[in-house]
Structure formats: structure tokens, C-alpha cells
């Protein structure tokens, strides 16, 4: 099939423009996807290869199927809005005993958790959190803030505590397009005759800023 171009109007694209419009397509997407460090949405694409946002969509789809067909090691993968490159799940041990080499980079059942309540509600602040899991979350905050599965999203207009929320990163990696696809809730809570049970015996409140340790055991600062 041969490949359509569309070509601008003179002057209104800078030197180049014209060869980039030349470029065999998949070849190009191929070679942009290969250097990109998050999912690139198909209307940047269409921009930077100077082609249709249709067009970019429809080879985007064939090269899926193409590596699929093939079998091989990777796929291209939807996620987060957009596009990018990722190793194939059946091939996840190979590739995490190569990352890992030994070394222990999972999270804790603490932080799990902690990223959890952040995940369904968001834009939450850190006391907020504490609360819900009744334990002091600084630590297991900040660790989460540095592999950036989270981020500062403004405060909160009555206290000015910060707020949180979960970024593309958590996107990725839990491999969902959008906070939407997180599983309902509903299914995992308890009946209500249980919770009714559990609030009649009386649960202690808790004090955010009355615990002096995050759950790592270390100091607060």
C-alpha cells in the first residue's frame, strides 16, 4: 500500500519538515517510540511526523499486531493516555532477574497500601492518609514521592495541608489507561453487619500528628 503524505504549505514548517512527511511511517514511529521516557499521545505523533492522527492511529495498531503475530519480547502498548514500548508479561521473570540482579526493589505491604488510599482518594493529604490506615504514612509518603508513583497536586484550601495523587508512572506500571479501570471497591469490603459489629465494640480515634514513627520505625523529621 502506498504511503499518503501530507505536505504543508510552504513557509509554514521549518527546514526539514518535508523530509520528515517522506519518512516511511512505521519506520519513523518505530524510531520516535524507541527514545521516549513516557507514553506519547497519537496527536504529538501526528505533529512531529507530519502526518494524520488517523493515520498514525491505524499504523500504531498494525505494529501491535505485527509484534504479537511475531512473538516477540515486547509490545506496543496503550497506556496512560498514550503509546509506548514495554516488555511482554510472559517474559517479566527474565527481565526483572536482569533489573533486580539480586536486589530487593518491591514495595512494602505498608507502602502498597499507603499508595492504595492515595489511588481512590486522591487528592488526598498526608494526615488524611494516616487516618484511613491508622499509622503515620510520612515515611512510606516520601518513599512513594521518590520512585514518583505520586506527586504534589496544590493544598487543601481549609487546612493549606498538601495534596497528592498518583501519576502516569502508577498508571504504567499498574498498566491501566486511566484511574477509571481501578477495580470497584465494593467487592473487597466487608458485609455490613460486620462493620456494624466492629463499630459497636468501638475503635480507638487516631492522631495523625500524635505518632511519632512511620511505619519503617524511623524518627519523624
Not at 520528515?20 to 521516557?37: F, H
Not at 507530519?50 to 509484534?67: Q, T, V, W
Request: with cysteine; proline share 5%; hydrophobic share 40%.
Amino acid at each position: 500500500m502506498t504511503e499518503q503524505t501530507v505536505r504543508p504549505e510552504e513557509g509554514d514548517t521549518p527546514a526539514g519538515a518535508d523530509r520528515v512527511a517522506e519518512l516511511e511511517l512505521k519506520p519513523a514511529l518505530e524510531a520516535v517510540l524507541m527514545v521516549v521516557d513516557e507514553p506519547v499521545t497519537e496527536e504529538h505523533l501526528a505533529r512531529i511526523l507530519k502526518r494524520p492522527r488517523r493515520r498514525i492511529a491505524e499504523a500504531l495498531h498494525e505494529l501491535a499486531d505485527d509484534y504479537t503475530r511475531e512473538g516477540r519480547g515486547f509490545e506496543l502498548r496503550f497506556v496512560a493516555g498514550g503509546w509506548r514500548y514495554s516488555t511482554r508479561a510472559e517474559f517479566a521473570e527474565a527481565v526483572e532477574g536482569f533489573v533486580l540482579d539480586g536486589q530487593q526493589a518491591r514495595l512494602t505491604q505498608a507502602a502498597l497500601e499507603t499508595l492504595a488510599v492515595v489511588a481512590y482518594r486522591q487528592p488526598v493529604s498526608r494526615s488524611r492518609v494516616s487516618a484511613v490506615r491508622g499509622v503515620n504514612c510520612d515515611g512510606v509518603m516520601r518513599t512513594l514521592l521518590q520512585r514518583g508513583l505520586l506527586e504534589e497536586a496544590g493544598t487543601e484550601p481549609e487546612t493549606g495541608a498538601i495534596l497528592y495523587v498518583t501519576t502516569h508512572y502508577f498508571l504504567e506500571r499498574m498498566g491501566l489507561r486511566g484511574l477509571d479501570e481501578l477495580p470497584e471497591l465494593a467487592p473487597f469490603l466487608p458485609e455490613a453487619d460486620a462493620v456494624e459489629g466492629e463499630s459497636q465494640e468501638g475503635v480507638p480515634s487516631f492522631e495523625a500528628d500524635a505518632v511519632d514513627a512511620d511505619d519503617s520505625g524511623d524518627a519523624r523529621t
